[in-house]
Structures are given as structure tokens and as C-alpha cells.
């Protein structure tokens, strides 16, 4: 009953719902990133030495990871109604605790000569991180986030599916009403999506590798 595909009227309507779901997890990893950055400085030993400040602000991370993008987006659906924003809000809250997870570990794993370099020619502490630090961790944290956009992507399908826009809700909206075909054509849209996205992730973690390697 799913074969062949078909969109039936509804292709223009299903393509503006894909680009919704892209622009949901784009948004949401972006702003989950651009957030967790300096949270992460608060997390990384090599930055904070004492654990008064930093086993908080890691167990904080923690608390926020544990809960699934479902459950987040559920939460902002009651907060904020229905659609689009609620499926921001749910992913940029969830990347934020593991992006300042995985950030902090980047940040801890960096070469510390860099910065006793700047240290030793009279740097402050800003200039150690701006300097010395940045420069270093940067090309792994836009390795991590491009591959979230493309987890995202999926994500952003399923929490469309309890109400927060996208092309999930309509993929939940034609199994409702056995529209098999179009499910499968929206199957099919989700899959080249998320194929495309890894291909083009994948290029840009390559060319950010290979300019590390060469700096």
C-alpha cells in the first residue's frame, strides 16, 4: 500500500514542512551551541581548578542531558503552544547539556604549551582562552556541531510528530488517516534529507580537519 510513493497535490506543502524541520534543527543546534560555549569554560579543569565552581555547573549539564529531546519538546509545547518555536526551544535545550560536555572535554584535551606560551609573553587570563586556547578547540567544536545538525535533523522529525511543526507532523497526520503512499513519499524526503545533510557534514568536517593539519 506504500507503493509507488506519491505526494498526490501536496509536494509544495511537504517541501516548505522539510525546510521547517531543517530550519528547527539548524536554529536549535546553533543556539544550543553558541550558549554552551561559555558555560563549557566554567566545566573544563584547565580553566577553573576549583571544583566549588565546576562540580555544579557539571552536574548542571548533566541534569539537563539526562532528559531526552521527546520530553523537552513535550515541556515546551505546553510552555510555549504548538509549532515550530516549541521544537527550537526542545533541541537547543537538550544540545545545550551535551554540548558543554563534549566542549569541556575538548577544551581540557588541548595542548597546554599554547597557552603557557602566551602566559610567558605577559597574556592574561582572557588572552590564554582568546589565544591560546580557541584557536585550538575551535575545529573540534565545529566538527561536533555539524554532525548534531544532521542528528537534529532526525530528531527534529520525531518531535514534529507530538506537535512541534515540520514535516513530522505531517507524516503523523497521513498515517492518521492511512494515506500510505504519502507516507512513504515523506519517508523517502526524510531519508534524502538526512543523506545530503551527512554528505555535506561530512565534506565540511574534512576541509575543517584539513586546514587544522596544515595550520
Known amino acids: 500500500m506504500m507503493i509507488p510513493p506519491d505526494p498526490g497535490s501536496s509536494l509544495l506543502v511537504y517541501l516548505s514542512a522539510l525546510g521547517e524541520t ?4 539548524l536554529l536549535g543546534t546553533t543556539i544550543a551551541a553558541v550558549v554552551a560555549l561559555p558555560v563549557s569554560l566554567l566545566a573544563a579543569r584547565n580553566i577553573i581548578p576549583s571544583g566549588f565552581i565546576r562540580f555544579p555547573v ?3 549539564l548533566d541534569s539537563i ?3 531526552d529531546t521527546l520530553i523537552w519538546a513535550l515541556v515546551w509545547i505546553n510552555v510555549v503552544g504548538l509549532g515550530p518555536f516549541a521544537g527550537v526551544l526542545a533541541i ?20 597546554c604549551k599554547q597557552v603557557e606560551g ?19 578547540v575551535l575545529p573540534v567544536i565545529a566538527g561536533q ?12 522529525t520525531i518531535i ?17 488517516v492511512l494515506e500510505w503512499q ?19 557534514s561530512t565534506k565540511l568536517r574534512f576541509a575543517i580537519i584539513g586546514q587544522r593539519a596544515v595550520a
Open 182 to 200: 504519502k507516507v512513504s513519499f515523506l519517508i523517502l524526503m526524510i531519508m534524502v534529507a538526512v543523506a545530503a545533510i551527512d554528505w555535506i
Open 65 to 67: 542531558r539526562g532528559v
Open 22 to 25: 531543517l530550519s528547527i534543527a
Open 92 to 111: 537547543a535545550v537538550a544540545d545545550f547539556g551535551a554540548f558543554g560536555k563534549l566542549f569541556s572535554e575538548a577544551i581540557e584535551a588541548a595542548d
Open 58 to 60: 557539571r552536574r548542571f
Open 145 to 156: 556541531v555539524l554532525y548534531f545538525i544532521e542528528s537534529n535533523t532526525r530528531s527534529a
Open 118 to 136: 602566551i602566559r610567558a609573553s605577559g597574556g592574561n587570563a582572557l588572552h590564554e582562552i582568546r589565544f591560546g586556547l580557541m584557536p585550538q
Open 160 to 176: 514534529g510528530i507530538v506537535g512541534a511543526g515540520g514535516i513530522g507532523l505531517q507524516l503523523a497526520e497521513q498515517i492518521r
